[in-house]
């Protein structure tokens, strides 16, 4: 016991969260020979990462080598810093780009990690310089999860991503629009074969399982303890109570954002954040633990920005869900109260954080936000919306009319002003264009379209001609928030001088991302978070065998 009464153990790395970051940090530090301590807040593993598409954005791979696509380290940054707008700093970009296509292999080499090409996706401006239509978006295939054993039922599920979803590549929406066949779902189910987030998490999970690195759940970290030399720990309360988990090497933060504590949002957040959809533990430890020692901090403004709506789900009540094909397939727009279209609606997520926090400074209001998303019978009876496939009913949550008019007069908005920008959207639609917002120019508003119509822009654009019409509200949301403690290349800890904080790295959400305002492309946040994971653990096991103070 120590002096202060605290049960202690003795680690070389010590990782907070175990999320696809600190995954990654942990097993690349255990082989390394480090001896990893790895600790969960809540009762199960795989945080956000575990809910998510899975897919990860790690340019210039050799597997995008493989597919034909040429890319270069040049190309990755003249694409990034092209996107920056001045957030970006220019050596965190650097070491990305350079380690990306390296951490793909070595999971791949060390690890039961394989990639493959998301098939289709492009980045998330492939227009810009440097831009690619595909390649540096990859995914794991389908992972056993009878390969986990006893964790197996300790890997965390998000409700969007339950049953069929759980057992789906995440590429699935292109390979098979109309979800999977009857036998290969029962094929998936004999050896529970998971995919999306489940398997990158799977995989990473078996590869510090495989190290003997084992997570340690209900241990949420409270306290860096520190000494001579910087970190040399983490104060844990575990379900026995609290104890020390000393690090010899160092402490990685991997603890994801601080999206789930209303007062950090409103304190550091650019505009509204009404909806998180990442997992609830996420409340800003990590960047409490690094305020508390000193740490500068960076990129606090941003978030992982996602349009959402509230759907209701039985046994659980209203929960936001992303609005993804909701809005990016044809026969649907979204309004503002005032009736009016007010952006590209299929244009990425993440941009679109910017459509919602535009203040009219006249009446001094959020104008765009919260929105409306219309959506009419054509779309309704072909894609469904928010987990409801046709032939089921439409949720009864939607607003629903038969006119226009009608539907402005129940969500409350002119009607007048919403007829003309319906009758304006459907001429254009007819054209096959759309003047007012370039919806459908880019060939990422494409390849977000319904495949039957190709990478055309029919595959966003279609008119809202058929009743019934349907309304829902929409509100900013976000996958997590992107500030954290500042660090270097390396994933060191920096404090408000500059200086590298001993023993102390950040990776992933809980990490001042490099990204500034931008999502690269599909798997944006998890490709930064693989990175700096990587590096963070692989920094920390060195110190550790350096034996550094
Ligand atoms: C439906 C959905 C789909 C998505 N799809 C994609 C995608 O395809 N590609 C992509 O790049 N991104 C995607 N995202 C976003 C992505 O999931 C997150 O940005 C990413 O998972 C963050 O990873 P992380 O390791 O930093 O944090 P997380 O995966 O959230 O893990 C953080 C972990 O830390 C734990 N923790 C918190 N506090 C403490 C503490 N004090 N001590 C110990 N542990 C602690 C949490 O409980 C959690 O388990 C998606 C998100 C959602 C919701």
């Not at 020979?33 to 575990?50: C, M, N, P, Y």
């Not at 080598?65 to 990755?76: Q, T």
Request: glycine content about 14%; overall charge negative.
């Amino acid at each position: 016991m120590a002096g202060h009464g605290f049960g202690q153990d003795e680690y070389d790395v010590v990782v907070l969260g175990t999320g696809a970051a600190g995954l990654t940090a942990a097993v690349r530090a255990a082989a390394a020979g480090a001896r990893v301590g790895l600790f969960e807040k809540a009762d199960t593993v795989g945080g956000t990462s575990a809910w998510s598409g899975g897919t990860v954005w790690l340019p210039n791979s050799r597997h995008e080598a493989e597919a034909g696509v040429r890319d270069s380290r040049e190309e990755v940054l003249s694409y990034l810093l092209s996107l920056s707008h001045g957030l970006m700093e220019r050596p965190l970009v650097e070491a990305y780009a350079d380690t990306a296509p390296e951490v793909a292999a070595w999971l791949e080499d060390n690890t039961p990690v394989v990639f493959e090409v998301l098939a289709g996706m492009s980045d998330y401006h492939p227009e810009q310089p440097g831009g690619r239509r595909e390649g540096r978006s990859l995914e794991c295939p389908l992972f056993p999860f009878d390969e986990l054993g006893e964790w197996a039922d300790r890997v965390t599920v998000g409700w969007q991503l339950t049953g069929e979803f759980c057992m789906s590549e995440s590429s699935l929406g292109r390979r098979a629009p109309n979800g999977l066949a009857p036998e290969e779902l029962a094929r998936r189910k004999v050896r529970d074969e998971r995919g999306a987030g489940q398997a990158l998490v799977g995989r990473l999970l078996r590869g510090c399982l495989d190290r003997g690195v084992v997570p340690r759940t209900g241990c949420r970290g409270v306290r860096l303890l520190t000494g001579e030399g910087g970190v040399t720990g983490v104060l844990v309360d575990g379900p026995d109570g609290p104890f020390e988990a000393r690090a010899r090497g160092g402490v990685v933060l991997a603890a994801g954002g601080f999206e789930h504590d209303a007062k950090l949002v409103r304190t550091f957040l650019r505009g509204p954040l009404e909806r998180a959809v990442s997992v609830p533990t996420n409340t800003g430890d990590a960047l409490r633990m690094a305020m508390r020692i000193g740490a500068d901090l960076a990129d606090m403004r941003e978030a992982w920005w996602v349009a959402t709506i509230d759907v209701e789900v039985p046994g659980r009540g209203r929960v936001p869900w992303q609005v993804n094909s909701e809005r990016t397939r044809p026969h649907s727009i979204m309004v503002n109260d005032d009736g009016a279209r007010f952006t590209n609606e299929a244009a990425n997520y993440n941009a679109l954080g910017n459509a919602f926090h535009v203040v009219d400074v006249a009446r001094f209001a959020y104008v765009n936000h919260p929105a409306w998303l219309l959506l009419d019978h054509h779309f309704a009876s072909r894609y469904g919306l928010a987990g409801f496939r046709p032939p089921a009913p439409v949720p009864g949550w939607l607003t629903t009319a038969a006119t226009i008019g009608e539907l402005a007069e129940r969500i409350g908005v002119p009607a007048g002003a919403l007829q003309a920008t319906v009758d304006r959207w459907n001429a254009h639609a007819a054209a096959g264009n759309d003047p007012d917002f370039h919806r459908g120019e880019s060939h990422h508003d494409r390849a977000w379209g319904d495949p039957a119509f190709g990478y055309t822009p029919q595959a966003t654009i279609g008119p809202l001609d058929t009743p019934p019409f349907y309304a829902t509200r929409v509100r900013c949301g976000a996958l997590g928030t992107k500030g954290g403690p500042r660090t270097d290349a390396n994933g060191r800890v920096l404090d408000v001088d500059g200086a590298v904080i001993g023993g102390l790295y950040a990776a992933g959400n809980a990490m001042g991302s490099i990204m500034g305002m931008t999502y690269g492309g599909h798997g944006g946040t998890l490709g930064p978070g693989l990175v700096f994971g990587y590096l963070a653990g692989g920094h920390a096991a060195e110190r550790a065998a350096r034996e550094m103070p």
